[in-house]
């Protein structure tokens, strides 16, 4: 090492290959092996703690031998910096220093200098240390601010979804209306709407939008906004599936693809009009009567392509059946398929349901036959929604 070493340019050096930087990146300290080897170390290593405190990940090693650990664990040491200094105790030459800021332990720097330590090498030494616990103690708020921001787009999200969905189901003469909505982790992009018309007829729909988070929510209420508007000038069901798909393919940045169905209960012409498209499970059912799967396999997703095969069936709806449907998160769970096979656990849950003397509408009774099934994942389970119309006799 040089007698008078250039203290500013250790500095220097060393926050400049931090500048613009996001994060502890591989290859980020790639540009200090020249100041490393002016400085006479021979190897050399940074270590910065992770989201545990009991231990540090190397990010950094200089050498054609390192001898440093690439991940130093707590045991019965004071810190970390003392673990890494335990172990790397026998290396000739090696100086070991705590990267330390504002009371915490951020991680470590070891390097091995042959020769013998002089004032100026640690001195130098010193400074390269205080200058990577400048650079860790950047990186730390940074990281947080983005944990912080994404925490805060989270809640806001599940905010959003709760407004969209939680809220008072209307009560209308000769039916039963109810949906079940269980949220993941981040909020998803399921949705639903009961809308009561005139002379006894309701109008609703259900459907999930691709994606997760603040954006698909926000995807998901333009959506809902559309099918009202559409609603408004239009009676027929195919016409709303298609409007949003001319909004969903139209925008092509968003690349969003959403599953919807729409339907409308007659209970005085005991009708069930429906247009649907994409992965969702529905089925008409009812106590002694035979389950009428109306899911459509293969269907094409709206967004896909610009002008998807869409028309409106009809069907009978008679007193004591009820239509129940689930959106994809709730029927394409890994282990629902493992214990049923495809789609025939979903239509012998439902079954079992039926032959049960249940207390509770549908959507709840088969949505509590069915959840544990899907929290038992190993993955967070996805966000379901079931829904369900019950024509009491």
Aim: net charge positive.
């Amino acid at each position: 090492m040089k007698k008078n070493v250039d203290l500013l340019g250790i500095i220097k050096a060393t926050l400049g290959t931090f500048e613009h930087r996001q994060s502890f990146t591989p290859g980020m300290f790639e540009p200090l092996r020249p100041l490393l080897a002016e400085l006479g170390y021979t190897a050399a290593a940074i270590y910065i703690t992770d989201d545990y405190p009991d231990r540090m990940h190397r990010v950094f090693g200089y050498g054609e031998a390192s001898p440093f650990p690439g991940l130093v664990v707590m045991t019965k040491r004071k810190s970390l910096h003392k673990e890494l200094e335990n172990q790397v105790r026998d290396v000739p030459g090696v100086m070991t220093a705590q990267l330390f800021s504002h009371d915490r332990e951020l991680g470590a720097v070891a390097v091995v200098h042959p020769t013998p330590r002089s004032a100026a090498s640690r001195e130098a030494f010193s400074v390269l240390v205080e200058s990577l616990s400048v650079m860790a103690y950047i990186e730390r708020i940074r990281k947080n601010d983005r944990r912080e921001r994404e925490e805060r787009e989270v809640f806001f999200a599940q905010s959003l979804t709760s407004r969209l969905l939680v809220r008072e189901v209307p009560k209308m003469k000769h039916l039963r209306l109810d949906y079940k909505h269980k949220r993941s982790l981040e909020a998803g992009g399921d949705f639903y709407d009961f809308v009561p018309e005139k002379d006894g007829v309701l109008f609703g729909f259900f459907g999930c939008c691709s994606g997760t988070g603040l954006r698909t929510v926000l995807e998901v209420t333009s959506i809902m906004r559309l099918i009202f508007k559409t609603t408004a000038v239009s009676d027929n069901l195919a016409d709303i599936l298609r409007s949003v798909n001319r909004y969903l393919v139209r925008d092509k940045r968003r690349a969003y693809q959403a599953s919807l169905a729409a339907f409308r209960v007659d209970v005085r012409r005991r009708r069930l009009r429906l247009a649907k498209a994409g992965r969702l499970g529905m089925l008409v059912c009812g106590p002694g009567v035979e389950v009428m799967n109306l899911t459509a396999p293969g269907s094409t997703f709206l967004g896909m392509i610009d002008k998807p095969e869409i028309h409106e069936d009809e069907y009978r709806f008679e007193p004591g059946q009820g239509l129940f449907a689930v959106t994809e998160g709730f029927y394409t769970s890994r282990n629902c398929q493992k214990a049923h096979g495809d789609m025939n656990w979903f239509l012998q849950a439902v079954e079992a349901t039926l032959a049960k003397k249940r207390k509770i509408d549908l959507a709840n009774a088969i949505f509590n036959d069915l959840t544990p099934c899907a929290e038992s994942e190993t993955q967070p389970a996805p966000s379901m929604l079931a829904l369900s119309v019950e024509y009491l006799r």
